[in-house]
């Protein structure tokens, strides 16, 4: 049956999502905590003029802007991967349940081969 799942096309994609999706998890949670923050050290209580058509922009709200859109980017990578992980899991178990009900079972009224 090893070898029956070894051959199974939905088994390896599924494996191969769950990595990809545990991967991303695991990369995007550092990230996610570095920006995160960064953008509470960077955080501005200047008040924008709304006369101003195009404001100057100092470095450090162009720092907080730069971390909110890096955070958000990995927020996404973290929940890309949380989908991916769940995919493969769903084509892992269809994969394994396929295989199963396909494998030869001996009924339970033959004896065992010796």
Same mark, same amino acid.
């Given at each position: 049956?090893?070898?029956? #799942?070894? /051959?199974? %096309?939905? &088994?390896?994609?599924?494996?191969?999502?769950?990595?990809? %999706?545990?991967?991303? &998890?695991?990369? %995007? $949670? =550092?990230?996610?905590?570095?920006?995160?923050?960064? #953008?509470?050290?960077? !955080?501005?209580? +200047?008040?924008?003029?709304? !006369?101003?058509?195009?404001?100057?922009?100092?470095? /450090? @709200?162009? /720092?907080?802007? #730069?971390?909110?859109?890096?955070?958000?980017?990995?927020? /996404? +990578?973290?929940?890309?991967? @949380?989908?991916?992980?769940?995919?493969?899991? +769903?084509?892992? &178990?269809?994969?394994?349940? $396929?295989?199963? +009900? $396909?494998? =030869?079972?001996?009924?339970?009224?033959?004896?065992?081969?010796?």
């Amino acid at each position: 049956m090893l070898h029956a #799942l070894v /051959r199974s %096309g939905l &088994v390896l994609t599924g494996l191969l999502l769950l990595c990809v %999706g545990i991967g991303n &998890v695991v990369a %995007g $949670r =550092p990230k996610i905590q570095q920006y995160d923050e960064l #953008l509470s050290a960077t !955080a501005t209580a +200047v008040a924008a003029d709304p !006369a101003a058509l195009f404001p100057p922009a100092s470095e /450090r @709200q162009e /720092r907080h802007e #730069l971390a909110r859109a890096k955070l958000a980017f990995y927020q /996404r +990578v973290i929940i890309g991967g @949380q989908l991916l992980s769940a995919l493969g899991i +769903v084509l892992l &178990v269809v994969g394994t349940l $396929r295989v199963w +009900v $396909r494998a =030869p079972h001996a009924p339970a009224d033959w004896p065992a081969a010796n």
